[in-house]
């Protein structure tokens, strides 16, 4: 079956310095990957969609120089987030689907719990 | 850009009764409409999903139901259990494009 690793489950930094997270699809080629982050209130944001060989399309209010993706083949993805702050604290879960017009189902990795000090 | 309301935040229900989530998005190219689960402390997990092609598919206890006209679509859970107990999230999204999820609905069973 599908499954998508994700790492490190959970993470603390100090405000203003960097943590990179990675997610790993296994059984299955993942095309495309999707970065989102939970708040406390338990709403996802939705950060990027990368695809590969596709640019990377980042949403509203979050931007490479912030949360920079590399999505180097077809069975990982990271993100860094870059001088984090509290604001930034959170869940963030990576979801990767593979290809094709009705391969839509996107299958979620553990998640990287982020908490900034 | 595609938005999705969640309108149940919180749902309590006797064990056996049943549960209904309801959905409203935005824009009528989305066409794929998947449900998740999150237990507490974990991540998401896939349940259900419907495509524009149908208006209805059920799966064991579950039925999605989608009213294209009216940019609806709902989760209906039937003989409710307790380990059903969780925060659901609907979700809606065109080919090739990214998950727009729900706010969540808290799904409570009780004995």
């Known amino acids: 079956g599908a499954l998508v690793y994700q790492y490190p489950r959970r993470t603390i930094c100090k405000s203003g310095t960097s943590m990179r997270m990675e997610c790993q699809a296994v059984g299955f080629q993942a095309t495309s990957v999707a970065w989102y982050r939970q708040s406390p209130q338990k709403t996802f944001e939705l950060i990027a969609l990368?695809?590969?060989?596709?640019?990377?399309?980042?949403e509203q209010n979050f931007t490479q120089e912030k949360f920079p993706i590399s999505h180097p083949n077809l069975s990982f993805s990271s993100m860094t987030v870059l001088n984090a702050y509290l604001e930034d604290r959170g869940l963030y879960l990576c979801?990767?689907?593979?290809?094709?017009?009705?391969?839509?189902?996107?299958?979620f990795g553990s998640g990287t719990r982020l908490t900034v000090l | 850009g595609e938005k999705v309301e969640q309108h149940e935040s919180t749902l309590s229900v006797r064990e056996g009764d049943s549960a209904v989530i309801n959905c409203t998005y935005t824009d009528t190219a989305s066409s794929y409409f998947p449900w998740y689960k999150q237990e507490a402390g974990k991540s998401l997990h896939f349940v259900i999903d419907i495509r524009s092609n149908v208006d209805r598919k059920q799966s064991q206890r579950l039925t999605v139901l989608l009213d294209k006209k009216a940019k609806r679509f709902s989760l209906h859970i039937t003989a409710t259990q307790p380990e059903d107990s969780a925060i659901y999230f609907c979700?809606?999204?065109?080919?090739?494009?990214?998950?727009?999820f729900g706010t969540g609905t808290t799904v409570s069973v009780s004995p």
């Open positions: 979700a809606a999204h065109q080919g090739g494009r990214a998950l727009i």
């Open positions: 990368s695809t590969v060989n596709s640019a990377i399309k980042y």
């Open positions: 979801g990767a689907r593979t290809g094709g017009a009705r391969a839509e189902t996107l299958y």
